[in-house]
């Protein structure tokens, strides 16, 4: 996946970055300049990213392999590059692609906490939409209400990511993102608001929030809203992701750390539980009566 070019406008190794307090987190921000904001994507057409690193600092996260093309001293979480140009380089770039579906967005929250002060995913989406393009957001995060002004009229479809539906094991995971609660009342006001909406479930937390218990709950909450589409995912042993899955299952659930390191590092018993959780995954669906909107 690429990210576009950027240009540091710090000279990280010789000014100290500014520690700023985002959603009751201290974060490492850095200002940087892109050379271009949306991406061909493989999800959807395009995706785009206004900021580098995601202050919900998800201890599953995937997008940890930015990393590997953005160095950061900081840990996953702790840091956020704010392209301070993303609007003009995409009102740019708009005058010669053509209108398509953008995912939005691919490799961070674009409502994380410091989309509230500088509003660059809110600017971005507005322009899109204007220039006759469709978005599919997924996001954490309630701060997504606050531009349904912008999306009303527009072909929209606004979904949540719940990974667990225990508020407890969400903080531990998800430790800045909005709660279970606050994502559900997302999807509620956006579909009083008229637009179409989803829930990706994922990644499904072995032992955690793969049950069939976990599995009925996760789907009674998409069927009391209402929602159009369901998506599910389960853990991947993606680059850089276990040393931190590791962490959270060591301090609060040593008993599970095995059945993880198996499940991410034995291909074939990897396997095996898939064809296991998809064939439960079906039956949670249709036991909630919305087998026809799993994806
Ligand atoms: S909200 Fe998404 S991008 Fe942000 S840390 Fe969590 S999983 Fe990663």
């Not at 899955?245 to 074939?268: G, I, N, T, W």
Request: one cysteine or more.
């Amino acid at each position: 996946m690429s990210d576009g070019d950027q240009v540091p406008l710090f000279d990280l190794g010789e000014t100290p970055p500014p520690v700023r307090r985002f959603g009751g987190q201290d974060v490492v921000v850095r200002e940087v300049r892109c050379k271009s904001l949306l991406n061909r994507c493989r999800i959807d057409d395009y995706s785009f990213n206004c900021y580098v690193g995601c202050g919900h600092g998800c201890k599953y996260c995937y997008a940890r392999f930015m990393q590997r093309f953005h160095p950061h001293a900081e840990e996953w979480g702790k840091f956020v590059d704010v392209k301070i140009n993303a609007v003009e380089v995409l009102a740019r770039q708009l005058r010669r692609l053509k209108p398509g579906q953008v995912f939005t967005c691919s490799a961070c929250d674009g409502w994380q906490p410091v989309e509230q002060h500088y509003r660059l995913t809110r600017e971005c989406c507005r322009l899109l939409l204007n220039a006759g393009f469709r978005l599919s957001i997924l996001t954490k995060s309630r701060l997504v209400l606050r531009d349904l002004d912008i999306f009303g009229g527009h072909n929209v479809r606004l979904g949540v990511t719940i990974t667990t539906p225990d508020e407890s094991w969400a903080r531990i995971w998800e430790p800045s993102a909005s709660s279970v609660s606050d994502r559900v009342d997302v999807l509620r006001q956006a579909k009083k608001a008229g637009l179409e909406t989803a829930i990706m479930f994922g990644p499904l937390l072995p032992k955690i929030s793969d049950t069939d218990e976990a599995l009925a709950e996760l789907f009674a909450l998409a069927a009391d809203t209402d929602v159009g589409q369901v998506w599910t995912d389960m853990l991947n042993p993606r680059p850089r992701v276990w040393p931190s899955v590791q962490q959270v299952l060591q301090h609060h659930r040593p008993d599970l750390y095995e059945h993880y390191r198996r499940l991410m590092f034995d291909s074939a018993h990897r396997r095996a539980y898939q064809r296991q959780l998809d064939g439960r995954v079906r039956r949670a669906a249709k036991n909630a009566g919305l087998a026809n909107r799993l994806t």
